[in-house]
Each structure stands twice: as structure tokens, then as C-alpha cells.
């Protein structure tokens, strides 16, 4: 968000903030985090004595076109983790707390029609873009395998899909020949080596989604977006807390996060670097990650799933490498960016990433039959 973004967007929250369930006396909103989708802010009120916090995002309707579906996925979800976290210490910290409105929404609709919703602001707990060592990978495998096993009995009807073909490679495909050829920034010219690189992989790009829609593997319900800093750590004891970001929880494969979090927390840089020198592909990483994210998953995994383990971890960079370069020759529209080219470091940091798996996948299959 840019400063002035953030400032008619936290006017517009001040004018709907008592319209949700919250008690007491708001004593700052401040925005918060670094998500490239949502708006996000954080406030403080007083409640008798108490500083409680609450976060609030007002939702991107451009990327999520009906808000007000994406609020009854996760209502859904919320609830049925929480139900599995009965027992269990910290509940609400461990699963968000959606927030409702007075009239009982989910959600409050702002003077501009914006959507905002409310949830209990997780306290102690940090993001990161960066794994810190092999511990922290295992811990972060293991939750998103968790987080998996908490929904694969939902029940009810099939989740909404937010974003309908989010992960489909082929569309993403053909709306990145479409931008190459209008080339409505003329920017084009300044990223041919990726754009190559792009193309030379587009075939090969379809495996996950073709393996799905043939039904070699199986549908299941996932969170579609678990890159690091969606999964909040306990800041004083390190353990994966909560997964966060549930906007595209949807039915998917187990391997579109496997995948995601292959690409980001098996990295030797940020997705964003513009310095690319100790850019790559962390076996050690790797190997704890998966070993974690195994240690729940392998009680549902059918075989075919073990079989694309290396290949999730491409196939999800290669997506991404892809819609942050359609993004940039379309004009950086999706995206928040912070700079001209962020969204082209972002999709070269992303390619690098594939080209040091692919130096290393012999390696990285024998270490996942090792696991397995
Ligand atoms: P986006 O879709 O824009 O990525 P996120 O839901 O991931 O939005 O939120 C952005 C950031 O805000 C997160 O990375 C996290 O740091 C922070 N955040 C969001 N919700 C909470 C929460 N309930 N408690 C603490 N931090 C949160
Ligand atoms: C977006 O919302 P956020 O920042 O957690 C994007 C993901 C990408 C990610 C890349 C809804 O995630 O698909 O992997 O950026 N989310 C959406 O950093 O498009
Ligand atoms: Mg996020």
C-alpha cells in the first residue's frame, strides 16, 4: 500500500469500526504487514483497563470478486479447526477468530462499498520470509500437513472456489501470451531471458494441474497459499502457530502447498531479492520441510502424491514466476508493489530458484524416497 493508500483506507475503516463486535476505547490503527493482496491494519483498544489488538483487512476486490463467499469459506474452516482444537491451550491462537459485524455479517461494507472483516489479532507471533534453520522448516511442513488433515473431513458442501482456476497453469499461461503480445508497457523487451524461460517450461508447467483434473491424484482441500510469512510462529518458543491467509482455503491438491512451501521456505533468498549471487534451491531445508510436512501428511497421501513431491516445489515457483511477469508486462495491477521493478526481481529470484532445483533434482528425489 502506498502512504496515501493506507491513509484514505484507515479514514474509510475509522468510519465502520464500531460496526463491528468490539468493546472499549480504540486508542491507535495502524496498517500492518506486508501482504501483496489485502489491505491490513491493526488497532488497539482499551478495554477496562485491558490492550486488546484486532486486525482488519478490507478485502481486495479485484482479486477476490465475491467477498462475501470467500467470508463464508472461511467460517466454515475456522470453525471446523477449532472444533478439532478443542482441548487443546492457546485455541485462538492457534486458528483466527473471525469478528462479526453488530448485525451478525461477517463482514461490514464501507461507505464505498468496500468489504472489511475483523479477526482477534494473534498476539506473540511473528511471520517470516526466510526460514532460520531446518528446525524451523520441519515445524513449518508439519503444520501446513496438519492444517490439511484438520479439513480433509469438512463434510458439507464442496468449499467455494474464491479464485476459480487459481492454480490452473494452462489459463495462467494463456493470459501470459495474451499480455506478451499486447505488450501495452513495452516492457517485454527488457525481460526476454524470461520470458524464454517461461515459454521452453510451459509443458512441462501442466503436470500438477493435468494429474489433478485426470484424477491421478486426488482432490483435496487446501489452503492454496502457504508461502512462509501466512504461518505465524510463536515468537518465544518457535513452533508454527497458525496458518493465516485463509482467503483461497478451497479444493486444490495437497501438492499446490506442498509446492508453495517448497518454493519459499527451501530458499536461500527472499522471493523479492534483487541480489541473486546466493540465490537457490537448500537441500537441508528442503529435506526438514518435507520431512516435517510428512510426519502428518503420510496419513492420507495416496502414492501418487509422493511421486510429485520435487515436481510441486517447481511447478509452484514456476507459477509464480509466471503471474509476477503477466503482472508486470500487464502494468503491475495485481501485485502491491513497492518499486518499478519488483515485480520482475520477483519473477527472476523465482527462476533462479528453478534453475538450482534443477542443477540438484537427483539429489532432491532420492532425499524425498528417503522420507517416504
Ligand atoms: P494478504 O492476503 O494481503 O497476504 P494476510 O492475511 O496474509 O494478507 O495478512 C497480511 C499480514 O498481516 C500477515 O502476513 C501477518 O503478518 C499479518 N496478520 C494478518 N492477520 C493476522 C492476525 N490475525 N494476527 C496477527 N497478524 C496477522
Ligand atoms: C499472494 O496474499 P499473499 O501475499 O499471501 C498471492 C499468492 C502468491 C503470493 C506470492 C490471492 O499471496 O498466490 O503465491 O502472493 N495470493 C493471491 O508472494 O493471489
Ligand atoms: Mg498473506
Known sequence: MTDSGANSKQALLRTILDRFFIYGDLETLIPFGNGHINDTFVSTWNQGGNRLHY?????????????????????????????????????????????????????????????????????????????????????????????????????????????????????????????????????????????????????????????????????????????????????????????????????????FDLGDLIRSVATRVREDAQDLSGAGFDMALFRALVGGYLSEARFFLVPAEYTLICESGRNMTQIMALRFLTDYLEGDHYYHTERPLHNLDRCRSQIALIRSMDNQWEEAEKTVKELS
Not at 483466527?96 to 459485524?101: D, E, G, K, Q, Y
Not at 503436470?207 to 497459499?225: A, F, K, M, Q, V
Not at 508461502?227 to 478451497?250: F, P, Q, S
Request: net charge negative; hydrophobic share 35%; aromatic share 6%.
Open 55 to 255: 486486525t482488519h483487512q478490507r478485502i481486495n476486490e479485484r482479486v477476490f470478486t465475491r467477498p462475501d463467499e470467500v467470508m463464508e469459506n472461511i467460517l466454515r474452516v475456522t470453525r471446523h479447526i477449532r472444533e478439532k482444537l478443542e482441548g487443546a491451550g492457546d485455541r485462538s491462537r492457534r486458528v483466527l477468530t473471525v469478528i462479526p459485524a453488530r448485525d451478525g455479517k461477517p463482514f461490514v461494507r464501507d461507505p464505498e462499498g468496500g468489504w472489511w472483516r475483523s479477526y482477534c489479532f494473534i498476539e506473540n507471533a511473528r511471520g517470516g520470509d526466510l526460514a532460520s534453520s531446518p528446525e524451523e522448516a520441519a515445524l513449518l511442513g508439519k503444520s501446513v500437513g496438519r492444517f490439511q488433515n484438520q479439513l480433509a473431513d469438512i463434510g458439507g458442501e464442496r468449499l467455494i472456489e474464491t479464485i476459480p482456476g487459481f492454480h490452473n497453469m494452462e489459463t495462467r499461461y494463456t493470459r501470459f501470451h495474451q499480455a506478451l503480445q499486447r505488450d501495452e508497457f513495452g516492457r517485454a523487451g527488457g525481460c526476454r531471458g524470461e520470458i524464454e524461460f517461461l515459454l521452453e517450461n510451459e509443458k512441462r508447467g501442466s503436470l500438477l494441474i493435468r494429474s489433478l483434473w485426470e484424477g491421478t491424484i486426488p482432490e483435496r482441500i487446501c489452503h492454496n497459499d502457504t508461502k512462509m510469512n501466512n504461518i505465524l510462529l510463536d515468537e518465544n518458543t518457535g513452533e508454527a502457530l497458525c496458518i493465516i491467509d485463509l482467503d483461497t482455503v478451497m479444493p486444490g491438491t495437497s501438492l
